[in-house]
Protein backbone atom coordinates (compact mmCIF):
# COMPACT_ATOMS: atom_id res chain seq x y z
CA UNK A 1 0.00 0.00 0.00
CA UNK A 2 1.62 3.54 -0.97
CA UNK A 3 1.53 5.91 2.24
CA UNK A 4 2.55 9.35 1.56
CA UNK A 5 4.23 11.59 3.91
CA UNK A 6 2.60 15.00 5.18
CA UNK A 7 4.66 16.75 2.48
CA UNK A 8 3.77 14.81 -0.47
CA UNK A 9 0.25 14.16 0.58
CA UNK A 10 -0.11 18.02 1.01
CA UNK A 11 1.67 18.30 -2.79
CA UNK A 12 -0.61 16.24 -4.23
CA UNK A 13 -3.98 17.92 -2.83
CA UNK A 14 -2.33 22.03 -3.46
CA UNK A 15 -2.80 22.78 0.24
CA UNK A 16 -0.39 23.65 2.52
CA UNK A 17 1.67 20.99 5.71
CA UNK A 18 -0.13 23.46 8.46
CA UNK A 19 -3.74 22.80 6.50
CA UNK A 20 -3.22 18.76 6.57
CA UNK A 21 -2.14 19.23 10.86
CA UNK A 22 -5.29 21.71 11.08
CA UNK A 23 -7.42 18.94 9.23
CA UNK A 24 -5.95 15.90 11.13
CA UNK A 25 -6.78 17.85 14.41
CA UNK A 26 -10.29 18.54 13.53
CA UNK A 27 -10.93 15.27 12.68
CA UNK A 28 -11.81 16.30 9.05
CA UNK A 29 -8.87 14.22 7.42
CA UNK A 30 -7.04 12.16 10.13
CA UNK A 31 -3.51 10.29 9.05
CA UNK A 32 -2.60 7.24 10.04
CA UNK A 33 0.75 7.29 12.49
CA UNK A 34 4.07 5.95 12.41
CA UNK A 35 5.70 4.01 15.66
CA UNK A 36 7.49 7.59 15.74
CA UNK A 37 4.24 9.35 15.34
CA UNK A 38 4.74 10.38 11.89
CA UNK A 39 1.93 11.27 10.07
CA UNK A 40 1.04 9.12 6.75
CA UNK A 41 -1.54 8.79 4.37
CA UNK A 42 -2.90 6.33 1.83
CA UNK A 43 -4.29 6.69 -1.98
CA UNK A 44 -7.70 6.00 -0.31
CA UNK A 45 -7.30 9.45 1.33
CA UNK A 46 -6.08 10.86 -1.27
CA UNK A 47 -9.31 10.17 -3.45
CA UNK A 48 -11.04 11.00 -0.50
CA UNK A 49 -10.01 14.27 -0.20
CA UNK A 50 -10.36 15.12 -3.92
CA UNK A 51 -13.93 13.95 -3.70
CA UNK A 52 -13.39 11.18 -6.11
CA UNK A 53 -16.20 8.35 -5.48
CA UNK A 54 -14.48 5.72 -7.08
CA UNK A 55 -11.31 4.97 -4.72
CA UNK A 56 -10.00 2.10 -7.11
CA UNK A 57 -6.44 3.77 -8.76
CA UNK A 58 -7.51 4.74 -12.28
CA UNK A 59 -6.77 2.50 -14.96
CA UNK A 60 -7.21 4.03 -18.53
CA UNK A 61 -5.11 4.61 -20.65
CA UNK A 62 -6.57 7.47 -23.56
CA UNK A 63 -4.75 8.46 -26.64
CA UNK A 64 -5.69 12.11 -27.90
CA UNK A 65 -4.79 14.07 -30.84
CA UNK A 66 -6.03 17.08 -32.20
CA UNK A 67 -5.86 19.38 -35.57
CA UNK A 68 -6.69 22.61 -36.18
CA UNK A 69 -9.21 22.80 -39.00
CA UNK A 70 -11.26 20.10 -40.85
CA UNK A 71 -9.13 20.83 -43.63
CA UNK A 72 -6.09 18.38 -41.56
CA UNK A 73 -8.62 15.70 -40.89
CA UNK A 74 -5.85 13.02 -43.05
CA UNK A 75 -3.61 14.59 -40.80
CA UNK A 76 -5.26 13.75 -37.77
CA UNK A 77 -5.76 10.39 -38.80
CA UNK A 78 -2.55 9.78 -39.34
CA UNK A 79 -1.93 11.12 -35.95
CA UNK A 80 -3.90 8.28 -34.31
CA UNK A 81 -2.63 6.01 -36.40
CA UNK A 82 0.99 6.93 -34.72
CA UNK A 83 -0.07 7.16 -31.34
CA UNK A 84 -1.92 3.61 -31.85
CA UNK A 85 1.19 2.05 -33.24
CA UNK A 86 3.46 4.00 -30.57
CA UNK A 87 1.12 2.37 -27.91
CA UNK A 88 1.47 -1.29 -29.48
CA UNK A 89 5.24 -0.75 -29.03
CA UNK A 90 5.27 -0.12 -25.67
CA UNK A 91 2.77 -2.94 -25.08
CA UNK A 92 0.13 -0.43 -23.64
CA UNK A 93 -3.29 -1.40 -23.96
CA UNK A 94 -5.65 1.60 -25.23
CA UNK A 95 -9.06 2.21 -23.52
CA UNK A 96 -10.27 4.61 -25.36
CA UNK A 97 -9.53 6.90 -28.13
CA UNK A 98 -10.23 10.76 -28.36
CA UNK A 99 -9.64 13.60 -30.59
CA UNK A 100 -10.86 17.06 -31.20
CA UNK A 101 -10.96 19.72 -34.50
CA UNK A 102 -9.82 22.95 -32.78
CA UNK A 103 -7.40 25.64 -32.03
CA UNK A 104 -5.35 24.48 -29.14
CA UNK A 105 -6.47 27.84 -27.77
CA UNK A 106 -9.76 26.85 -27.23
CA UNK A 107 -10.77 25.20 -23.95
CA UNK A 108 -14.20 23.80 -24.71
CA UNK A 109 -13.18 21.53 -27.47
CA UNK A 110 -16.06 18.83 -26.56
CA UNK A 111 -13.34 15.88 -26.18
CA UNK A 112 -10.84 17.71 -24.42
CA UNK A 113 -13.57 18.34 -22.16
CA UNK A 114 -14.42 14.70 -21.49
CA UNK A 115 -10.47 14.02 -20.97
CA UNK A 116 -10.73 16.68 -18.16
CA UNK A 117 -13.58 15.22 -16.97
CA UNK A 118 -12.73 11.17 -16.47
CA UNK A 119 -9.17 12.37 -15.05
CA UNK A 120 -10.97 14.69 -12.43
CA UNK A 121 -13.09 11.48 -11.76
CA UNK A 122 -10.03 9.05 -11.22
CA UNK A 123 -10.30 7.35 -14.04
CA UNK A 124 -7.31 7.96 -16.47
CA UNK A 125 -3.70 6.51 -15.59
CA UNK A 126 -2.09 7.66 -19.15
CA UNK A 127 -3.13 10.52 -21.48
CA UNK A 128 -0.79 9.93 -24.71
CA UNK A 129 -0.09 13.18 -26.93
CA UNK A 130 2.03 13.07 -29.98
CA UNK A 131 3.02 16.73 -29.03
CA UNK A 132 2.22 19.01 -26.07
CA UNK A 133 0.66 21.34 -28.17
CA UNK A 134 -1.76 18.57 -29.75
CA UNK A 135 -3.40 19.01 -25.53
CA UNK A 136 -2.70 22.91 -25.28
CA UNK A 137 -0.95 25.50 -26.69
CA UNK A 138 -0.60 27.21 -23.66
CA UNK A 139 0.18 25.96 -19.55
CA UNK A 140 0.95 22.43 -20.86
CA UNK A 141 2.94 22.20 -17.23
CA UNK A 142 -0.40 23.07 -15.47
CA UNK A 143 -2.24 20.75 -16.66
CA UNK A 144 0.35 17.82 -16.45
CA UNK A 145 0.46 18.88 -12.61
CA UNK A 146 -3.17 19.33 -12.04
CA UNK A 147 -3.96 15.57 -14.16
CA UNK A 148 -0.80 14.39 -11.86
CA UNK A 149 -3.00 15.29 -8.93
CA UNK A 150 -6.22 13.21 -9.86
CA UNK A 151 -3.03 10.18 -10.67
CA UNK A 152 -3.03 10.26 -14.39
CA UNK A 153 0.65 10.68 -16.42
CA UNK A 154 0.77 12.59 -19.73
CA UNK A 155 2.55 10.75 -22.02
CA UNK A 156 4.68 12.96 -24.83
CA UNK A 157 5.87 11.07 -27.54
CA UNK A 158 7.95 13.87 -29.22
CA UNK A 159 9.71 14.92 -26.33
CA UNK A 160 12.79 14.75 -28.21
CA UNK A 161 11.34 16.74 -30.97
CA UNK A 162 10.47 20.11 -28.99
CA UNK A 163 11.34 23.37 -30.36
CA UNK A 164 13.39 25.93 -29.25
CA UNK A 165 12.56 28.33 -27.52
CA UNK A 166 12.52 31.05 -30.17
CA UNK A 167 10.48 28.79 -32.55
CA UNK A 168 8.54 27.71 -29.67
CA UNK A 169 7.21 31.52 -28.91
CA UNK A 170 7.33 32.03 -32.85
CA UNK A 171 4.10 29.14 -33.20
CA UNK A 172 2.77 30.58 -29.98
CA UNK A 173 2.20 34.32 -31.15
CA UNK A 174 1.22 32.85 -34.68
CA UNK A 175 -1.54 30.51 -32.93
CA UNK A 176 -2.47 33.86 -31.26
CA UNK A 177 -3.03 35.81 -34.66
CA UNK A 178 -5.12 32.52 -36.25
CA UNK A 179 -7.36 32.39 -33.41
CA UNK A 180 -8.04 36.18 -33.04
CA UNK A 181 -8.66 36.12 -36.88
CA UNK A 182 -10.69 33.91 -37.24
CA UNK A 183 -12.67 35.78 -34.40
CA UNK A 184 -12.79 38.92 -36.20
CA UNK A 185 -13.15 37.95 -40.24
CA UNK A 186 -15.82 35.03 -39.51
CA UNK A 187 -16.24 33.05 -42.21
CA UNK A 188 -14.34 35.57 -44.58
CA UNK A 189 -11.28 32.94 -44.19
CA UNK A 190 -8.76 34.65 -46.63
CA UNK A 191 -8.70 37.52 -44.88
CA UNK A 192 -7.57 35.35 -42.15
CA UNK A 193 -5.03 33.18 -43.98
CA UNK A 194 -3.97 36.71 -45.24
CA UNK A 195 -3.10 38.54 -41.85
CA UNK A 196 -1.87 35.04 -40.67
CA UNK A 197 0.54 34.56 -43.69
CA UNK A 198 2.03 38.43 -43.08
CA UNK A 199 2.51 37.51 -39.79
CA UNK A 200 4.26 34.23 -40.30
CA UNK A 201 6.69 35.99 -42.63
CA UNK A 202 7.05 39.44 -40.56
CA UNK A 203 8.42 36.86 -37.62
CA UNK A 204 10.79 34.80 -40.02
CA UNK A 205 12.44 37.99 -41.57
CA UNK A 206 13.04 39.13 -38.03
CA UNK A 207 14.27 36.23 -37.28
CA UNK A 208 17.04 36.02 -40.22
CA UNK A 209 17.79 40.04 -39.36
CA UNK A 210 16.02 40.86 -42.66
CA UNK A 211 14.37 43.76 -41.23
CA UNK A 212 14.18 47.48 -43.22
CA UNK A 213 15.78 49.38 -40.62
CA UNK A 214 19.22 48.08 -41.42
CA UNK A 215 18.88 49.10 -44.75
CA UNK A 216 17.58 52.65 -44.30
CA UNK A 217 20.59 53.15 -41.39
CA UNK A 218 23.29 52.28 -44.11
CA UNK A 219 21.47 54.60 -46.60
CA UNK A 220 21.38 57.39 -43.87
CA UNK A 221 25.31 56.78 -43.63
CA UNK A 222 26.00 56.74 -47.31
CA UNK A 223 24.54 60.29 -47.35
CA UNK A 224 26.39 61.59 -44.61
CA UNK A 225 29.56 60.60 -45.95
Known sequence: ?????IS??????????S??????????????????????????????ALGI???QEPKKIVLYARVS??????DLENQLKYLKGF??????????????????????????????GMVTRGEVKTVIVAH???????????FEDLFAKFGCEILVV???????????????????VQHFAARLYGQRTYKARKLTRTVREALKNAADGKTEEPAAEQREMGQDN
Open 132 to 142: KDRLVRFGFEF
Open 19 to 48: TLRAWDKEGKLVALRTPTNKRRYTEEMLYR
Open 158 to 176: NKAEDMSPAQELTEDLISI
Open 69 to 74: SAGQKP
Open 87 to 116: AAGRGLTVDEILSDVGSALNYKRKNFLKLC
Open 53 to 55: KNR
Open 8 to 17: EFAEKLGVSV
Open 1 to 5: MKLYT
